[in-house]
């Protein structure tokens, strides 16, 4: 409950500090220019809980996930969905470490456990469909761009904590692609608005390059979106 209670409280500060800072360099840089009649553009970020079911002994992991969002009109409250998770992360934790082969190295971290980093670049394409302007739902592919995975060795010893990143970028594929779904619910009824909501994804493709074992990710995202420059143009 305790570990519980602090990544609540780091993710409130990380997010706010992330709005705020982000909101005036885009703003300053872009202005409204993004924001018209028929495209709504903003910030996303949240909490991310992913996992490998396809690895035995492996656990969820909780990480933070920022990006951009775009909602494209379409037709009355049809919109077609996309951006970019810029930072965000697949993998899970828990796993038992592996050897490396230098005996110095693997009597130390035997008893450790193993986490897979696998930070993603994705970009979904999705269907967005608004209901009584402000519940909404949105569902579509999810494409991944795969970039500096790491295994991470950890092990308690003497009191303290040990930690080892062991670039493993040959061990897996570029690509990573699967389906996204998820709810939203938007924070007051102006067409452009704060929402948060929880959203799935489930990884349709074996990003693994090691024959031993296959890794699909999966994912779990809580999230906000706040639109950028809007408040000129449309009165709370």
Known sequence: MKNLKKTVLVFLLATFTFTVNAQVLITLLLGDALNTDKIEFGLSGGLVHSSIGTINNSEGMNTFDLGFYFHFLMKNSSYLSTGVHVKSSMGAEGMPVYELGDENFDAI????????????FSVPILFHQRFNQRWYIEAGP???????????????????????????KDQYKHIDAGLLGGVGY?????????????????GLV??????DYKIKNSAIYL???IPIGVASKEPQ
């Open 223 to 225: 999230f906000m979106k």
């Open 142 to 168: 999810q494409l991944g761009l795969i970039h500096k995975p790491v295994d991470i060795f950890e092990a308690e010893k003497l009191g303290g904590d040990l930690s080892f990143k062991l670039d493993v």
């Open 186 to 202: 938007k924070f007051n009824k102006q067409p452009k608005s704060m929402s948060a909501g929880i959203s799935y994804y489930y």
């Open 109 to 120: 971290y035997k008893d450790g456990t193993l986490i897979k980093k696998i930070p993603v």
């Open 206 to 211: 074996d990003v693994s390059n090691n024959p």
